[in-house]
């Protein structure tokens, strides 16, 4: 069974510009997330789909970042435009039912703002 | 706000000890708790979940779960070198949204 897909796995840009990752979950799971990983810290949840529907955002800051999963299949997270404080691993996870403890982790994408 | 609370470590044992990683939650409303292994550089891999009061074993490693004090750990028995890890504890309540904490480092040494 393959595994969770993200791409790219690292990126580097400059604060201001913008930058936009994917992800293709594993086949046949509903639930896909996106979070934000700094480093020393745990996985905050940026954003929670259930098929193609928004389950959760609150901790999606709306007026930069940005989510979508068209077809309920892959899904792209955007960042426009970054800040130095976006600089972490986005870190795309699936599970087949909407319980998150089955979640299976992508590789990440780490992202380097300077 | 939920918060999922660990002490961050690092938590260092010998080899062949027990490994004892805590965690207490904010959110009564959490029903569902689960571990997960991050090794530096990686990604988290699920380890361990528990639904109810008690305790749950799976080979090397028991789960407690205790929702009255609201408290969750791991242990980790004969631990080895290759335990050597970040570990994350995670809960979620009825609306399956998950909530991480920022991890315990532990270091087994030889």
């Known amino acids: 069974e393959a595994g969770v897909a993200q791409s790219p796995r690292y990126k580097i840009i400059e604060k201001r510009q913008s930058v936009a990752f994917w992800c293709n979950p594993i086949?046949?799971?509903?639930?896909l997330y996106w979070y934000q990983q700094i480093l020393g810290q745990g996985p905050k949840l940026l954003i929670q789909f259930q098929n193609n529907g928004v389950v959760d955002d609150s901790q999606l800051p709306k007026d930069r970042f940005s989510a979508e999963r068209l077809k309920g299949v892959d899904s792209t997270l955007k960042i426009q435009p970054a800040k130095l404080e976006d600089s972490a691993v986005y870190l795309c996870?699936?599970?087949?039912?909407?319980?998150?403890?089955?979640?299976?982790f992508g590789p990440g994408t780490r992202l380097t703002v300077t | 706000q939920k918060e999922v609370e660990q002490n961050s470590g690092p938590l260092s044992v010998p080899e062949g000890a027990i490994a004892s990683l805590n965690c207490t939650y904010s959110d009564r409303g959490s029903q569902s708790f689960f571990w997960y292994r991050q090794y530096s550089g990686k990604s988290p891999e699920l380890i361990m979940f528990i639904y109810s009061n008690g305790d749950k074993e799976d080979g090397r490693f028991t789960a407690q779960l205790n929702k009255a004090s609201q408290y969750v750990s791991l242990l980790i028995r004969d631990s080895q070198p290759s335990d050597s890890a970040t570990y994350l504890c995670?809960?979620?309540?009825?609306?399956?949204?998950?909530?991480f904490g920022r991890g315990t480092s532990l270091i087994v040494h030889p």
């Open positions: 995670a809960g979620s309540g009825g609306s399956y949204i998950p909530t």
């Open positions: 996870a699936s599970s087949f039912g909407a319980t998150p403890g089955e979640q299976y």
């Open positions: 086949s046949g799971h509903a639930t």
